[in-house]
């Protein structure tokens, strides 16, 4: 003989409530014979409900042993259990228990979700199949409506439509007919005995005698224990149509291929279920998520704005001219100590001052800082007291990174022959030329005009062949659109025998700026018998010093954009766990259904990352238009900055989608948990 389906034997069932203990079976011992009709009978609060929830796997016994077709419980992990619920027990229970947010068709093939025949092939036979149970049970033409425009008959067919998809060996039926009227119930118990007639296993609880008479056998429970087991045969007839054949599934293959398309079946099924769950609270989703949105658009924001304030920066200030490091001799320290060191000048322009620049050229380019003291200039309509500046090459112009606005620079033949031509900085042509004189409308002004240098170390006449454009000085030379520039030989020329105390220094790329210059002033010292002193201007350092400011400001930024992020995370949590204890039945439902732990985890989890990422990538898109709109807004207000740059900040980007995920995963974790940690029993009885 095959042994029966279930068997109890001295089941005993304890709970605790309340800080109180409860026993709700006291020692139930029967048998339900595969193909049997059978009724549990009892009053409320007997057992009956707990002893549907062992038969149907839901609950273990705390004493006592139970066994499934010959096979004890305790060798099955919850898995197996769950698995076993999903393909051979069909549950229908008295409140309907469909879920909502799904239509029909979908309430009806919501055990497949979790099923391991998941998949496109297999989907497609089961909708067949929902198709025929629609039409079995007068259900046609329902199938895309949703549970709310249905009546109280149809909802519960629905549920038995659902109970029967996986074509389960058992059906378990928790007061079918309790929330129906008179007519509604014959139609369900009709169903029922069809059911029956068909060869499957029925188990029916109730606690009206009419209902159970419609039953093979019946068992009566009264407070926690089987008081009595008497058999009674039904002599009605089925009212429904005869059984028609429905479609089966092949049987499993263990696979790693099909344990992949599982998963990736599970996958698609609880991102649709997140995604329904979410569009039904929209706008609670989409408070929940603020919190999040302002965080990583915080990080991406500052991202960009980094980078754009980064490349102003650099294109601003970091010039040659400030790379730029300057070796002066340094009056307020030097002291001369005696006659001979009092007779050191400096390097000598013509003898000393080229062995000083080869030693150091591979380090940089060493140049003197030539520049005469206050001169009257003067024009034929004007004057004023500057400098003139010497100029040691072609490539000191190009390194200022100042174009012209009219003229040319020095030719190398200018350069080193020492002709008196001279380049004026901006702000000289306002003082040295009326504003109303007549040649200021010619194009070429005031090129190939000429001006005299009078009362300094210099002594001539300088023909004009340019004129800069302003420059930026708040890092570097801070005279520089003051002064007018000549070529160092025209200078030396007009100034006799001439010894450098002052040097400019541009060191290569590899080259620390600091380290050098600290190599220059000690060279130098040593050449004055360690007698002078001499110190150095760094404007790079300046410059450093700002950047170091503006990443304080970034971190600062970043910091209130991190603690954004854990508030939306936390809220984000929050809403999940509000979730799970809203949902507290549907999880009992998912999980009589068949679905795992892991099942009921990815689907709150799915949700999550879902309202993470959408947060997160609407952060992104946003972030993306403010910080190109603040490129080009830069690009149009700042000239120098020429043309307008896209700001796609792509690790920016990755940074902000990664980071939503994670919050997602991070902070949907504990919800998820512990909706997969809840027993299916309790879920099930909760309001």
């Not at 004129?467 to 006799?496: C, E, H, W």
């Amino acid at each position: 003989m095959n042994p029966p389906c279930v068997e109890l034997r001295n089941v005993r069932f304890t709970y605790a409530s309340a800080g109180q203990t409860f026993r709700a079976l006291k020692g139930v011992s029967c048998c339900i014979e595969e193909g049997e009709f059978v009724a549990i009978v009892g009053p409320s609060g007997s057992g009956k409900s707990t002893l549907l929830n062992i038969i149907g796997l839901l609950s273990r016994p705390t004493e006592g042993e139970m066994f499934i077709s010959g096979k004890p419980l305790s060798s099955f992990n919850e898995d197996e259990l769950a698995e076993l619920r999903n393909t051979s027990l069909g549950f229908v229970f008295q409140s309907f228990s469909l879920v909502a947010r799904l239509n029909v068709l979908e309430n009806i093939l919501l055990p497949l979700t979790f099923s391991r025949d998941g998949g496109s092939e297999v989907s497609a036979k089961y909708h067949a199949r929902a198709h025929e149970l629609l039409g079995r049970f007068h259900l046609d033409g329902l199938a895309l409506r949703y549970p709310s425009e249905l009546s109280g008959g149809q909802k519960q067919r629905v549920a038995i439509c659902r109970a029967l998809v996986m074509d389960p060996k058992i059906i378990l039926a928790d007061e079918p007919t309790g929330a129906l009227d008179s007519i509604n119930s014959r139609e369900v118990l009709a169903a029922l005995r069809q059911l029956h007639a068909e060869g499957r296993t029925i188990v029916l609880i109730t606690h009206d005698a009419d209902i159970a008479s419609a039953a093979q056998r019946t068992i009566l429970i009264r407070d926690g224990r089987d008081v009595s087991s008497p058999e009674k045969i039904s002599d009605a007839e089925p009212s429904l149509p005869p059984a028609i054949e429905l479609p089966t599934v092949e049987g499993r293959q263990e696979t790693h291929l099909n344990k992949w398309n599982q998963r990736l079946w599970v996958f698609r099924q609880s991102l649709t279920l997140a995604g329904r769950s979410l569009k039904t609270h929209r706008l609670r989703s989409a408070l929940t998520g603020v919190g999040l949105f302002i965080g990583i658009l915080s990080l991406i924001v500052i991202d960009g704005l980094g980078e754009i304030v980064g490349n102003a920066f650099n294109k601003l200030f970091f010039t040659s001219s400030v790379r730029k490091a300057y070796i002066y001799l340094d009056d307020g320290e030097g002291r001369f100590h005696g006659r001979r060191s009092s007779q050191w000048r400096g390097l000598h322009a013509q003898e000393e001052f080229p062995k000083f620049a080869k030693n150091f050229e591979k380090k940089g380019i060493v140049r003197p800082f030539l520049r005469t003291s206050t001169c009257q200039i003067k024009t034929e309509t004007g004057e004023f007291r500057s400098r003139l500046v010497g100029v040691s090459d072609p490539e000191e112009f190009l390194e200022m990174e100042a174009p012209l606005s009219v003229g040319r620079f020095p030719t190398s033949g200018e350069f080193f022959g020492g002709t008196p031509v001279a380049v004026l900085g901006s702000d000289t042509v306002e003082v040295l030329f009326d504003k109303r004189d007549p040649r200021r409308r010619e194009p070429y002004f005031p090129v190939g005009t000429r001006l005299t240098a009078d009362n300094c170390n210099t002594l001539g006449t300088f023909t004009v062949i340019g004129v800069m454009k302003k420059r930026d000085t708040s890092f570097g030379n801070r005279d520089a659109n003051d002064v007018i520039y000549s070529p160092n030989q025209a200078l030396l020329n007009r100034m006799g025998p001439t010894f450098y105390t002052w040097f400019s220094v541009l060191p290569h790329a590899d080259v620390d700026t600091k380290h050098l210059t600290r190599e220059l002033t000690t060279y130098l010292s040593l050449q004055s018998g360690g007698r002078l002193s001499f110190a150095s201007s760094v404007p790079a350092d300046m410059l450093d010093r700002v950047r170091g400011f503006l990443r304080i400001i970034q971190a600062i930024v970043g910091f209130i954009g991190g603690l954004c992020l854990f508030v939306g995370g936390i809220g984000i949590m929050n809403m999940m766990l509000v979730t799970v204890a809203e949902r507290t039945r549907e999880i009992g439902l998912l999980k009589s259904l068949g679905a795992r732990q892991a099942h009921v985890r990815s689907y709150i989890l799915t949700e999550a990352i879902l309202l993470s990422s959408f947060a997160g990538c609407t952060a992104l898109i946003f972030g993306f238009f403010v910080n190109n709109g603040f490129s080009l807004a830069v690009s149009w207000t700042v000239p120098l900055l020429k043309e307008f740059r896209w700001v796609i900040a792509p690790w920016g980007l990755i940074a902000g989608a990664l980071v939503s995920v994670l919050c997602g995963v991070g902070f949907g974790a504990l919800p998820a948990s512990r909706a997969a940690a809840m027993d299916p029993a309790d879920c099930l009885r909760s309001e």
